[in-house]
């Protein structure tokens, strides 16, 4: 071979070799960009499933303080006090003979003094009226997004009424009345039409 035809065929074959390394690293950038993309939607799935798994959880504390707290998360439970009324709690109201006509006292302490709410059961399910009620009487509760605001007072309210374990029955006017157990007693307390105009409507 002479000289020519190696320099020939050395060029050929680097050629070839270049346009090898540069498939081969084309090759390597898109096989590494669809790792990267695959790992990726991998992450948002795991963190899209972990927050599934959250739950917020409101209880009320030793010291008489609604709190929320999230379930089931890495970082470990952090209690969050969610509003500023303490040791509040409901009472169911009805009626005395009728088994319709039924409200939720919300009972509990603000600002160190005892304070009391009439709220409709047909409401309760809307926290834009609970936060309303709540406020009506100086309650507040904490939260910087008005939806969380909502939410909060939503779980409070589904929370309190699930633990209440208090039925007073009233009647229409105050003094003596026959309960439902054909007992006398005496009523001094509001009568249930005072009770009605009390309700946060």
């Not at 050929?12 to 081969?24: A, H, L, N, P």
């Not at 669809?34 to 991998?42: G, S």
């Amino acid at each position: 071979m002479n000289e020519n035809t190696v320099r020939e065929e050395q060029k050929r074959v680097d050629s070839e070799i270049r346009i090898y390394e540069d498939y081969t690293k084309q090759y390597n950038r898109e096989h590494l960009k669809l790792d990267a993309e695959e790992r990726r939607d991998l992450k948002q799935e795991e963190m899209r499933e972990r927050r599934k798994a959250q739950v917020e959880t409101m209880v009320v504390n030793a010291e008489g303080l609604p709190i929320v707290f999230t379930q089931n998360v890495r970082v470990g439970r952090k209690d969050r006090i969610c509003a500023n009324i303490m040791y509040p709690k409901i009472v169911e109201i009805r009626r005395l003979g009728s088994e319709m006509d039924i409200y939720y006292l919300l009972d509990g302490v603000i600002g160190q003094r005892k304070k009391n709410v009439v709220l409709d059961p047909k409401q309760c399910g809307n926290g834009s009226y609970i936060v309303r009620a709540l406020g009506s009487v100086g309650g507040q509760i904490y939260s910087s997004k008005v939806s969380y605001q909502k939410q909060y007072a939503y779980m409070l309210i589904t929370y309190l009424i699930a633990e209440c374990d208090e039925i007073i029955e009233i009647p229409d006017r105050k003094g003596w009345y026959m309960d439902g157990k054909n007992n006398l007693q005496f009523w001094s307390g509001k009568p249930w039409k005072e009770i009605e105009r009390c309700v946060v409507r």
